[in-house]
């Protein structure tokens, strides 16, 4: 049930002086999702996000629910097989924001169309009854209606397979809203800052709100560090002072994605290139009403919550998609430019500096003292990630022991039948709480239409929806995570900043600085906006 959410109860709640079963560090996919399933089995649950939900990692994926076919290329079966029974849960559960969507993968080589075709054919046959269609082989004038921004020269056919897509920034949200309804506290911009530890066990956190500078203490008998690349950070804290520190686990690995027009990839249909010159994968996705190209694999040392493109990254996507598609992107054509990092598991004395032979897998490490650490993993396999942790935590006596499987079918507020994700943003993503939102001031009032349709994609109702029910606190939270237009149009959301600024400042009253807000977003906008 749609819920309002104020700040001043969420940390009402705070304040109770209460034993929680689980308190959980980090609101990206994988901390919402033991968020959701912890919830969902009765457990008392509470969550803080330093930043806001998914500003991590979780909103910069390509945003594909899919088994990975590159891992089947590397003969990974078991995790493309969970992976497959992942994404079918994972678009069950939220139709409105992910839905399946087909690839076709076109040939250069006379060799490569039946090459594909067997492998995609096996990843049908792994996908069994949870497949989204059949692989089918296509001729060279099928390929080009299919994917008319291919370019047509040296075709030799194709293979169309499908996976499935979503809006990754809203599925978090949505995955919060869904836990507070069943009992969770959750709450962004309160940032974990200790550990409690008793007699060498860790018995809770310390935090601390972002907004306000208030430190408090919350009581648990397990804590899940669910902070993706940050986790050794988190680990750093369950140490007695003299203590060595831990041995770090996870190996960054950044992924730059550019955004262009929807006229460099026309038509439904995604196209995925298995092999670039150096031996890379690289996608063109339309996604609300724009193009992504990417993505690029590059270890990375520090970790940065805003991480920057390498212009060697820019180079090879825009030269890849040159490559193979009719019209090539030129820089100027890039709308936004966004990066992320991925948590790769490092195996105790593996070379750093090879990020391709790190582990795609998830690990969850319980410590002496009884932190659960949880990462790696796909943004896919979050909800079975979340299971993993939720058994070993129970099995290890952190936890009141509850039966699982209770989130494969666990619809998330608002699931109902949806639009291809392809489509420019609108009232639609909301699924049947687009009724409220439209009863919500100003909903007729459009900030932004998409240019190419004229459909509205964000309007003062939207931005009022966000901080009413889904516990946006500032410009950046509705331009880039509830509506995304940062991501899709880094300049035109600097010119929405104002105007958002100032809804919000009446949402949230006296204590909002809209114009700090506006400008620290705009100052981010342009980073986006700016290629190396
Ligand atoms: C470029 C790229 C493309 C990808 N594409 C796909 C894809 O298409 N499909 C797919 O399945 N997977 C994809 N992935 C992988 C997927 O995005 C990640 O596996 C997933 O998002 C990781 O989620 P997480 O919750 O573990 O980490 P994060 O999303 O980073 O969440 C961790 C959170 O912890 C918070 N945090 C850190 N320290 C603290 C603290 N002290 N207190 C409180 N909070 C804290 C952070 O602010 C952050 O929000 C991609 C990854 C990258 C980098």
Same mark, same amino acid.
């Given at each position: 049930m749609s819920q309002l959410l104020p700040r001043s109860d969420l940390i009402a709640q705070l304040q109770q002086a209460k034993d929680w079963d689980l308190a959980i560090i980090g609101g990206g996919a994988t901390g919402l999702g033991v968020a959701l399933d912890a919830a969902a089995r009765g457990l008392g649950v509470v969550l803080v996000e330093s930043h806001d939900f998914s500003q991590g990692t979780s909103s910069r994926a390509t945003k594909l629910a899919h088994g990975g076919v590159r891992y089947l290329a590397q003969g990974n079966v078991g995790l493309v097989r969970e992976a497959l029974h992942e994404r079918s849960a994972l678009l069950a559960n939220a139709p409105h924001v992910a839905q399946r969507l087909p690839f076709v993968m076109p040939g250069?080589?006379?060799?490569?169309?039946?090459? /594909?075709?067997?492998?995609?054919?096996? /990843?049908?046959?792994?996908? #069994?009854?949870?497949?989204?269609?059949?692989?089918?082989?296509?001729?060279?004038?099928?390929?080009?209606?299919?994917?008319?921004?291919?370019?047509?020269?040296?075709?030799?056919?194709?293979?169309? /397979?499908?996976?499935g897509q979503f809006d990754d920034a809203r599925y978090c949200v949505l995955l919060?809203? =869904? &836990?507070?309804?069943?009992?969770?506290?959750?709450?962004?911009?309160?940032?974990?800052?200790?550990?409690?530890?008793?007699?060498?066990?860790?018995? #809770?956190?310390?935090?601390?709100?972002?907004?306000?500078?208030?430190?408090?203490?919350?009581? %648990?008998?397990?804590?899940?560090?669910? =902070? #993706?690349?940050?986790?050794d950070e988190v680990r750093q804290m369950d140490r007695d002072a003299g203590a060595p520190q831990p041995r770090p686990m996870v190996a960054p690995s950044q992924g730059v994605h550019l955004i262009v027009d929807r006229k460099f990839l026309p038509g439904s249909h995604a196209m995925l290139v298995p092999k670039t010159e150096d031996g890379r994968v690289m996608f063109a996705v339309p996604w609300m009403g724009k193009?992504?190209?990417?993505?690029?694999?590059?270890?990375?040392?520090?970790?940065?919550?805003?991480?920057?493109?390498? !212009?060697?990254?820019?180079?090879?996507?825009?030269?890849? %998609?040159?490559?193979?598609?009719?019209?090539?992107?030129?820089?100027?054509?890039?709308? !936004?430019?966004?990066?992320?990092? @991925?948590?790769?598991?490092?195996?105790?004395?593996?070379? &750093?500096?090879?990020?391709?032979?790190?582990?795609?897998?998830?690990?969850?490490?319980? !410590?002496? !003292?009884?932190?659960?650490?949880?990462?790696? #993993?796909?943004?896919?396999? /979050?909800?079975?990630?979340?299971?993993?942790?939720?058994?070993?935590?129970?099995? @290890?006596?952190?936890?009141?022991?509850?039966?699982?499987?209770? =989130?494969?079918?666990l619809p998330l507020l608002g699931a109902a039948p949806g639009r291809p994700l392809g489509e420019p943003a609108g009232e639609h993503l909301y699924g049947s709480e687009a009724e409220l939102l439209r009863s919500l001031p100003g909903a007729g009032n459009w900030l932004w239409r998409d240019p190419e349709s004229g459909q509205g994609s964000l309007s003062e109702a939207m931005v009022r929806f966000a901080v009413r029910y889904e516990m946006?606190?500032?410009?950046?939270?509705?331009?880039?995570?509830?509506?995304?237009?940062?991501?899709?149009?880094?300049?035109?959301? &600097?010119?929405?900043?104002?105007?958002v600024g100032a809804i919000l400042a009446e949402e949230l009253g006296p204590g909002f600085d809209a114009a700090a807000s506006t400008a620290s977003f705009v100052a981010l906008a342009e980073l986006y906006a700016t290629l190396p």
């Open positions: 250069y080589h006379w060799w490569e169309r039946g090459f /594909y075709g067997v492998g995609l054919k096996a /990843y049908d046959l792994l996908a #069994g009854r949870q497949g989204l269609g059949s692989t089918e082989l296509l001729s060279t004038r099928r390929t080009l209606e299919l994917l008319p921004g291919a370019k047509p020269d040296g075709l030799w056919g194709g293979v169309r /397979y499908w996976d919060a809203r =869904t &836990a507070a309804a069943r009992g969770a506290l959750l709450l962004n911009h309160m940032e974990a800052t200790g550990l409690l530890r008793e007699a060498g066990q860790v018995r #809770g956190l310390r935090v601390r709100d972002k907004e306000t500078g208030v430190d408090r203490e919350l009581r %648990a008998r397990c804590v899940v560090n669910a =902070t #993706g690349v940050w986790v193009t992504i190209l990417g993505t690029t694999d590059t270890p990375r040392e520090d970790l940065a919550r805003e991480p920057t493109a390498f !212009s060697q990254d820019v180079g090879f996507i825009l030269h890849e %998609a040159g490559r193979y598609l009719a019209k090539a992107p030129q820089r100027s054509d890039v709308r !936004s430019v966004w990066v992320g990092l @991925r948590p790769l598991v490092k195996p105790v004395g593996e070379d &750093a500096a090879n990020t391709k032979t790190l582990s795609r897998e998830h690990t969850v490490l319980i !410590s002496a !003292s009884g932190l659960v650490t949880v990462t790696g #993993g796909k943004w896919t396999t /979050y909800r079975s990630m979340a299971e993993d942790v939720l058994q070993q935590a129970m099995e @290890r006596g952190l936890v009141p022991k509850r039966p699982g499987g209770v =989130t494969v079918r946006a606190r500032d410009v950046e939270d509705v331009l880039a995570r509830r509506s995304r237009l940062l991501f899709l149009d880094a300049a035109e959301s &600097a010119r929405q900043a104002p105007a």
